[in-house]
């Protein structure tokens, strides 16, 4: 559908005005559709095709400025994106960072599907402040703090940001099935976030967060814990 109408607007050798921009604004309304369309194809698919977790000892730590490095370099579009352009102005737009200390965090972990967990909510917050932010303020329009705590048993993996939050009323279904407070959200990204965490022997919960908008916590074991072991089986099993 789409290289049809990109075609169809190319062709046209004509000079008339009025039928330019019915093609200008077609081809427009075509390529916002097919990109939800996109979106929605392959977040479906992903659901539906989701591995267990196949964990394997790591450094939390270690990952977490690994991929401090990755959004530093511009962020990640995400495996469904249509919108090159969209995620540039994104992640130029609003302010990532990450604060972990320079200590060893030993871990059991999936480190592609922890990258897809972060990644999403990462991505999440950052659109959360887009949405929120008053037309033509000055960039950055916000902030996504990363953050990373160590417990008794477990690590506390914290992502925050200063948008408008999340509305009491949802948080309860917030990590089902195609619940979504975004404009362009499946529903299905924080379904497969708290799979991935469950599968980890973690879990993780929204909440109002320090910088005024949302905190997304996530419970991580330690690996000598009952529940770290508990989750290594599972994955091996």
């Known amino acids: 559908i789409q290289l049809a109408v990109e075609e169809c607007h190319r062709r046209y050798p004509g000079d008339d005005p009025a039928y330019k921009r019915i093609l200008q604004t077609t081809l427009e309304v075509v390529e916002e559709e097919v990109g939800t369309l996109w979106r929605l194809v392959g977040e479906f698919s992903s659901f539906a095709r989701l591995p267990r977790a196949d964990l394997a000892p790591g450094d939390l730590a270690e990952f977490l400025r690994e991929q401090r490095e990755h959004f530093a370099a511009g962020g990640d579009p995400g495996d469904f994106s249509p919108s090159i352009a969209e995620d540039a102005e994104l992640w130029g737009s609003v302010d990532v960072a990450f604060d972990v200390p320079e200590l060893p965090m ?42 990373v705590e160590v417990g008794v048993d477990d690590y506390f993996v914290t992502v925050d940001d200063d ?75």
């Open 106 to 147: 030993p871990v059991q972990i999936d480190r592609e599907m922890l990258h897809r967990v972060l990644r999403n909510l990462v991505r999440n917050a950052a659109q959360a402040v887009r949405d929120g932010h008053e037309p033509g303020a000055a960039t950055p329009w916000g902030h996504v703090r990363v953050g």
């Open 163 to 237: 948008g408008p939050g999340i509305p009491p009323e949802v948080r309860a279904t917030l990590f089902d099935p195609y619940v979504t407070t975004k404009r362009d959200g499946t529903g299905l990204g924080l379904s497969i976030v708290k799979k991935v965490i469950v599968d980890h022997g973690g879990s993780i919960e929204a909440i109002d967060g320090p910088l005024g908008g949302a905190r997304f916590a996530i419970t991580l074991p330690r690996p000598e814990t009952p529940a770290a072991r508990a989750a290594v089986w599972r994955s091996r099993a």
